[in-house]
């Protein structure tokens, strides 16, 4: 009720964006901190100001409404005046993935069609070698010292004023507008550039500060990427509305987490799964009980590590939740159920937008039954969750948003689903819901699995593997790893003459860490389909078992920064726990 509350007078004025709340938070709250970090610290007062002089840097630079700027830098408090004060004045910030590099961070910043790129000094290196790629060449602003031939934003915002903008600078930007490029993997291909309006972010904050019961005196521990959707516009939203604060740090650290939580005196901080596995893992901690922590807010935590992390750390609530950044559904478990993702009240059972449709593997698609509509799914059977479009563009609540091509936002939209002329967004995600009305996360569809909390595209990492000399064809996929959240990475390769293993994963390191295969099967052909997919689904049900599979099979192991024979031994040892992925 607190939410639905907070997002009903946050939806009244259509003008009232998240930096029209800054600013008012600003001038109310004065020097109550707002962002704290090792880096910098920023009251409310000190975050309106630093928004409104980027708002200024990009009216003075011929930033139009609807024009784009990307955003590469790390985590930082920074980062989010940035993209406030650019969004203030109409523009649209591309939040860019730091983990990315060359023709991948290339792709991101063209589809995006950017007129200017800040860049932190400690990526510029990493921008350098991804210009290479790009057609077009952006304005390229560089926020700190380093060897790049570009002007310092940094230098030029210090030199700006931070009074509020005039009446002569404002350009108001509305609900409905776009705000942010936030980049998804989707369910295939290269990361696609998902649309964020105004309404969103507004919607986000205000609601999860109404299920969080966010207060003044809350500090949010956020130490998730800014590029996202949950770490960058969640956690920081929702604490900053309510007047909280927000303690930002640049990564993840299990050795380093409750030393932070009491240094900075957390009351929240948002999770993704992976992350509190890995607390669990960790030696004990002579802190980790003695905070003042009441809450921790995210997603996919599985019931065994949700169990074990409440019994061993004191938390008194576990708030999960399941939404996707393009998405136009979420659902949330208020209620704690240990292992689920959401439930739908009975008062909002009329408006829900949720559906659950069973789907054919073969033809990787919804089912449809004899007059051609999509099958619902029975209580505890698996299927793919869609969310129901309004027909009148007008209801922002509803409406997809889709990407920067045309052509990928049409591939997820599925038409005609219960009745002629309408339309439900794919979320690409299986689902159940059991008796008592709880939905229960079972597994992604398609080609894109998560894998140490981010998403892999496996037409990039089967890019760089068909690369490598010998390599004809490969097929990339998630297996199921015992101990482990996600979905681990596994190359299937075609190949043609003789495989070498160390130029393979030397071809890998191209990649994010999270995004190169932990596990490679060999052969001479793959088989496909009579659509020349390769048969995945069967693939990832084999997983990587030497007793089950005939094929030689290997597995990268860190300590020797190789990849080697994976027997049985090593199989079991791997189930058993005792080797780490």
Known sequence: MRALEATARAADDPTRTLPVVIGELGRRLGDRPALLSERETMSF?????????????AIGEGVEPGATVCLLMPNRPEYLAIWLGIAQVGGIIALLNTNLTGQALAHCIAVAAPSHVIVAAELAQSFSAAALHLAAAPKVWLHGEAPLAAARIDIAIDALDGADLSAAEKRDARHADRALLIYTSGTTGLPKAAHVSHHRIVMWSYWFAGLADIQ???????????????????ATGAALVSGGSVVVQER??????WDDIARWDCTLFQYI?????????????????????RLACGNGMSADVWRAFEKRFAIPRVLEFYAATEGNFSLYNV?????????????????????????????????????GFCVPCERNEPGEA??????????????????????DTEKKILRNVFSPGDAFMRSGDLMRVDEQGFYYFVDRIGDTFRWKGENVATLEVASVLCACPGVAEAAIYGVAVPGAEGRAGMALLGVEGKLDLAEVARHLRALPDYARPLFLRVRR???????FKHKKHDLANEGFD??????????FDRAQDAYVALDRDRFARIKDGAIRL
């Open 386 to 407: 869609i969310g129901r479009i309004a027909r009148d563009s007008r209801d922002l609540s509803a409406r997809f948003e889709g990407y920067t091509s045309s052509a």
């Open 216 to 234: 003044a005196d809350d500090r949010m521990y956020d130490c998730l990427p800014l590029y996202h959707s949950v770490g960058g516009i969640v």
């Open 273 to 293: 799964g992976e992350l509190c596995r890995y607390l669990n893992a960790a030696a004990p901690h002579p802190g980790e009980r003695a905070h003042r922590l």
């Open 335 to 371: 209620e704690g159920k240990v292992g689920a993702i959401g439930k739908i009240p009975s008062f909002l059972m009329a408006r829900n937008p949720v559906a659950l449709v069973k789907f054919d593997f073969d033809n990787d698609q919804p089912l449809r039954g004899a007059d």
């Open 252 to 257: 993840f650290s299990a050795r380093q987490f």
């Open 525 to 531: 052909r793959l088989e496909v389909t009579a659509t």
């Open 546 to 555: 030497p007793g089950r599979i005939a094929d030689p099979l290997y597995v």
């Open 45 to 57: 007062a000190a975050l309106a100001q630093r928004m409104n002089r980027y708002s200024r840097w």
